[in-house]
Nanobody
Framework: QVQLVESGGGLVQTGGSLRLSCAAS???????MAWFRQAPGKEREFVAG???????NYADSVDGRFTISRDLAKKAVYLQMNDLKSEDTARYYC???????????????WGQGTQVTVSS
């Protein structure tokens, strides 16, 4: 059974940085991986995605501040978050799909999430 486990969340001040990690286990391969987030009272939203190792896509709200990367050998994806703002506070989820090559298509696997809180 495939599992995605996120780590790296925490409490950080405005302007600070965090690096989220997501590691996959089980009989797993994926064409794309992504990070989503959900703030209290809001819908889950796409943050950043990566197809294989080079094709990336970012939400406008994080473009230029966040960087997604992945390590195929480690079955991991990372999200480097810089210049964090209070509006980045949310639970961040890792997602992956074995076959899709489009960012806006469904993701088969999801993690449990890691909380990021940005204080002013």
């Amino acid at each position: 059974q495939v599992q995605l486990v996120e780590s790296g969340g925490g409490l950080v001040q405005t302007g600070g940085s965090l690096r989220l990690s997501c590691a996959a286990s089980g009989p797993y391969h994926s064409s794309k991986m992504a990070w989503f987030r959900q703030a209290p009272g809001k819908e889950r939203e796409f943050v950043a995605g990566i197809i294989w190792t080079s094709r990336t896509n970012y939400a406008d709200s994080v473009d230029g501040r966040f960087t997604i990367s992945r390590d195929l050998a480690k079955k991991a994806v990372y999200l480097q978050m810089n210049d964090l703002k209070s509006e980045d506070t949310a639970r961040y989820y890792c997602a992956a799909d074995p076959t899709s090559l489009e960012f806006d298509e469904a993701y088969l696997y999801w993690g449990q999430g890691t909380q990021v809180t940005v204080s002013s």
